[in-house]
């Protein structure tokens, strides 16, 4: 039972809604039209309640069986928030706002699931409830957990809940899953610097932070290579440095950022404590100060084992179980639908979206070619979780 015919025929309609939000994306909590647009097309639908607001900008959709003797309530989500960079794909549809761009395909996770909606609304044929997830601040701004914490899966009675997310590289309409760790835990790293601004000729005067900085970020690359297991897996990119404003003058601070992406909690918490520990020491060395903070924002995206076995098996109705890879690699891109994941037994799927750029390239496009595959997925998910 390959892709459903209804669901084929919804391509053209789910595309142009998909293109639309493409070309008006908006950020973090701010995406105010596009939940506007979801709300209108659900109360269009025929949604049971559809409630706006929920983490801040979130939408909840709630569509009943045609029956409802099983007490099940199954939630899917999706999430509307673009990125903050400037689009170079030359669409026609391409981003309307220099500086915002969908370059991680979350318009066509939000299409999709509007689909999908759409579908179970007319046909119902299922025994229980799917509570349709639409979230904002997937990119860095924990809206998936301003959801959890304003109490989504307590008022709607969630038991189980699943996520999507495309994957450039993966022929487009297959999908990848594993149980267990999915995506990393993504965590921030800062760095202040103090030491002794003066004249460049003179750095016998000064105490120079620049070179405290290198010898920070060298060091800090000692962490991954020796203190963890090789076995196990650990990132830490220091992706800025800033200091100084003239080529002639040692400047008295500088500033460090970058990221720790970790799939274990016991490396986790040595990156924490050892980032810090490198950081403040090597600066001693020098005789400079630092100060070290190290923020856990998202946790790792941990797939329920029997929840991913069921998911991968709708996948497997939907493109052949030849399609699905059912132990693909972790990956140590960060999601928060990991904070989804903590509040109820469930999993989240890679779905291919074919050879594009990818995520987060200002040349990256979602592939349409992928949604009837991934409004299938979700209708199966329903009808086949929840029989009628
Ligand atoms: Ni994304």
Not at 136 to 162: C, F, N, T
Not at 173 to 199: C, E, M, V, W
Not at 346 to 354: M, S
């Amino acid at each position: 039972m390959p892709i459903i015919n209804s669901v084929a025929a919804m391509q053209d309609e789910v595309t142009a809604w998909r293109r639309d939000i493409h070309e008006n994306p908006e950020i973090l909590y701010d995406v105010h039209r596009t939940a506007g647009v979801v709300a209108d097309k659900l109360r269009a639908f025929g949604c049971d309640e559809v409630v706006p607001g929920i983490g801040q900008t979130g939408v909840v959709g709630v569509i009943r069986g045609r029956k409802a003797a099983s007490g099940k309530v199954i939630g899917m989500r999706a999430d509307m928030d673009a990125l903050p960079m400037t689009e170079n794909t030359g669409l026609p549809y391409a981003s309307k706002t220099p500086g915002r761009m969908h370059a991680c395909g979350h318009d066509g996770h939000t299409a999709m699931l509007l689909g999908a909606a759409k579908y179970l609304c007319q046909t119902r044929n299922f025994d229980g409830t799917a509570v349709v997830i639409f979230q904002p601040a997937e990119e860095g701004g924990a809206g998936g957990k301003a959801m959890v914490d304003d109490g989504l899966m307590e008022r709607w009675s969630i038991q189980e809940v699943y996520g999507m997310h495309n994957m450039p590289g993966i022929p487009a309409g297959q999908f990848a899953i594993r149980p267990g760790p999915l995506l990393a835990a993504s965590d921030a790293i800062f760095i202040d610097i103090t030491g002794k601004g003066g004249h460049a000729a003179r750095p016998h005067e000064c105490i120079d932070p620049v070179l405290v900085g290198s010898h920070i970020v060298t060091a800090l690359h000692s962490i991954v290579s020796r203190n963890i297991d090789p076995l196990k897996s650990g990132v830490i990119s220091i992706c800025m440095f800033h200091a100084g404003e003239a080529l002639n003058v040692i400047p008295a601070t500088a500033q460090l950022q970058g990221t720790a992406r970790t799939l274990a909690p016991e490396v986790r918490d040595l990156i924490e404590r050892r980032v810090v520990e490198v950081a403040e020491t090597t600066a001693r060395l020098y005789g400079a100060t630092a100060k070290a903070t190290y923020e856990r924002r998202y946790p790792v995206t941990k797939n329920h084992a029997t929840q991913t076995a069921f998911a991968a098996s709708v996948a497997g109705q939907v493109a052949g179980v030849d399609k699905v890879d059912t132990n693909t690699p972790p990956l140590m891109g960060g999601e928060d639908f990991s904070f989804m994941l903590e509040a109820r037994p469930g999993a989240f799927i890679f779905l291919g979206n074919g050879s594009t750029a990818g995520v987060h390239h200002p040349k990256y496009d979602f592939n349409d070619a992928a949604i009837p595959a991934g409004i299938s997925y979700w209708a199966r998910l329903v009808e086949t979780a929840m029989p009628a």
